[in-house]
């Protein structure tokens, strides 16, 4: 997405959780770092979960911004996050489909539905 009015885009992506690190994984996940926090929010994330079934994480997250790939450098720059990612990475396996240089692997979507209008 490129500069302009802020919009939301949604995003989904998986990867693999190599089994032997499944318990440390959600142990630091259950009390993420607050500078990981805030950098995930200045850089426009909401509603960010990641789920677990099977040795895949399944992440889904809201982007609120105008420039998705600047936010992105801007999250992959910060010291706190590069320590942190420098953990959770050697837990993680790309999908066998996963593309050259690709970490977690995004997912089409293919329906969403918000709701009824409101009345």
């Known amino acids: 997405m490129s500069q ?6 949604r995003y989904a992506q998986v990867i693999q959780l190599r089994a032997k690190d499944e318990a440390e994984y959600i142990r630091y996940h259950a009390d ?3 500078g990981v926090l805030e950098r995930i929010a200045d850089c426009g ?10 040795g895949v ?3 889904y997250f809201e982007y609120h911004g105008t420039d998705f790939e600047a936010d992105m450098r801007k999250m992959a ?13 050697p837990m993680q396996a ?5 593309l050259p240089g690709e970490k977690w692997s995004p997912l ?9 209008p409101e009345k």
């Open 4 to 9: 302009g009015e802020p919009s939301l885009q």
């Open 77 to 89: 720059a910060d010291p706190e996050t590069q320590r942190w990612w420098k953990i959770m990475d």
């Open 32 to 34: 993420v770092w607050p």
């Open 108 to 116: 089409r979507e293919v329906f969403h539905f918000d709701g009824p």
């Open 57 to 59: 994480l399944f992440a």
């Open 94 to 98: 790309q999908m066998p489909d996963a």
């Open 45 to 54: 994330i909401r509603n960010y979960s990641i789920f677990l079934r099977n």
